[in-house]
């Protein structure tokens, strides 16, 4: 019986296919936005997710903090090259440190110009951020210890400097400084903050003394090996550090540890409650959809209340009638969801590809959406429904 029912339904949708697809277009649009806002936003934190582990997994960047915001005027005290031993030797589950000192400079090659980040280090830099290299080399011992100037450069200073030729053992001029290109970087995705691949990063030695004039240390940058707990390691490292730094009991730190796994958990949290949200504005065309659905049913049962009579009349049953209308009901709204479904996949790939994102097939979301979709059917076909099946066979076969 539930067959032949649906074949009626299927037979009366396809009687009135304009009406039909009208009445479903409220279905299609609003299953078709919720999937497509879902997958585009899973594509966006996909994106800035692939853009946060560029800047290193699992790494803990410790900098000065302390006049601003803590009730002093004095700069906060920077790091010393002995801090950075420290944590290398005492502090347990740590792979890579890495000290920094930045600046910036014009680099100048030719006629070619380009404006350039600079950063001395030591070659744990390079495993602490995940860098790969295109060409060339990492600094040797006798380069770090010395403070030569051999850089390692990124792809868009390659680009702008010297075009298409290799770098490797050219030199170009930084600031004041003559440097020898040793190793280029492979091309990294802009992570939001500023570009990852206008970069030249020399010997620490080299930028303390050529560019910034002190030996200080602005940053340690300090990657946690596998296996250990980034928030155990966070933990002795801010104990090292207090005890370093003369910190007595109860006095604020004069650091701040930014901790990278946080912060791609703190985003991702941030992208997901937005796409939640984005959905839900869009899901209220699902409502709207089902009131048409709802309107449609009613109009459906007043024109064909004669036909409703004859049944009734002849012996059928009031639940059978339900279940007709109810059936049509939910074939209209599962026709429209499975639309909207197919709408959906073709307008979430074609704005990921214009928008350079990751294209991120959910099923959950797809089936999810569909099985919504029928369940409005249900909903807001039941009313009609009932309405058909109690209808008076005397009264329906009067009707005109």
């Not at 010395?146 to 792809?155: P, R």
């Not at 296996?227 to 004069?254: C, F, I, M, W």
């Not at 074939?331 to 073709?346: I, K």
Request: proline share 3%.
């Amino acid at each position: 019986m539930l067959f032949t029912t649906l074949l009626l339904s299927l037979r009366e949708i396809r009687r009135h296919i304009l009406r039909s697809f009208l009445t479903t277009l409220g279905i299609i649009i609003g299953v078709a936005a919720v999937i497509t806002m879902v997958t585009l936003g899973n594509g966006v934190s996909a994106s800035v997710q692939e853009s946060i582990s560029s800047l290193g997994n699992n790494t803990l960047t410790v900098f000065p903090s302390g006049g601003r915001g803590r009730g002093g005027s004095a700069p906060p005290p920077s790091f010393e090259n002995a801090d950075v031993q420290a944590i290398r030797q005492q502090v347990s589950g740590v792979s890579a440190v890495a000290p920094q000192a930045s600046s910036s400079a014009l680099a100048v090659r030719n006629a070619q110009n380009w404006t350039a980040s600079v950063t001395g280090t030591s070659n744990d830099y390079f495993d602490a951020q995940n860098l790969e290299f295109a060409g060339g080399r990492r600094f040797s011992a006798a380069e770090q210890s010395a403070g030569k100037s051999v850089c390692v450069i990124g792809d868009t200073i390659r680009a702008n400097l010297f075009a298409d030729e290799d770098p490797v053992g050219e030199r170009f001029r930084l600031g004041t400084v003559s440097c020898e290109v040793i190793g280029v970087l492979k091309k990294r995705d802009n992570a939001g903050f500023s570009d990852p691949n206008s970069t030249v990063v020399l010997p620490l030695k080299t930028v303390q003394r050529r560019f910034v004039g002190n030996q200080n240390v602005l940053a340690i940058q300090i990657a946690v090996a596998k296996g250990y707990d980034t928030a155990t390691v966070k933990q002795s490292l801010v104990g090292l550090l207090r005890e370093r730094r003369h910190l007595a009991p109860g006095q604020p730190d004069n650091f701040d540890i930014f901790d990278s796994a946080e912060f791609a958990s703190t985003v991702q949290n941030q992208m997901q409650q937005m796409t939640l949200f984005v959905a839900a504005i869009a899901a209220v065309s699902l409502l709207v959809g089902g009131i048409g659905i709802m309107n449609i049913m009613l109009v459906s049962v007043t024109e064909r209340t004669r036909e409703i009579g004859i049944r009734l009349a002849i012996g059928a049953l009031g639940t059978e009638v339900l279940l007709q209308f109810l059936v049509e009901a939910i074939a209209l709204s599962c026709l429209g969801g499975l639309v909207g479904v197919v709408l959906a996949f073709f307008a979430s790939w074609g704005l990921a590809a214009l928008a350079k994102l990751p294209f991120q097939f959910d099923l959950s979301i797809n089936l999810l959406s569909f099985a919504i979709s029928a369940l409005i059917g249900i909903v807001f076909g039941f009313f009609p429904a009932r309405r058909a099946a109690a209808l008076n066979p005397i009264d329906a076969l009067r009707h005109e």
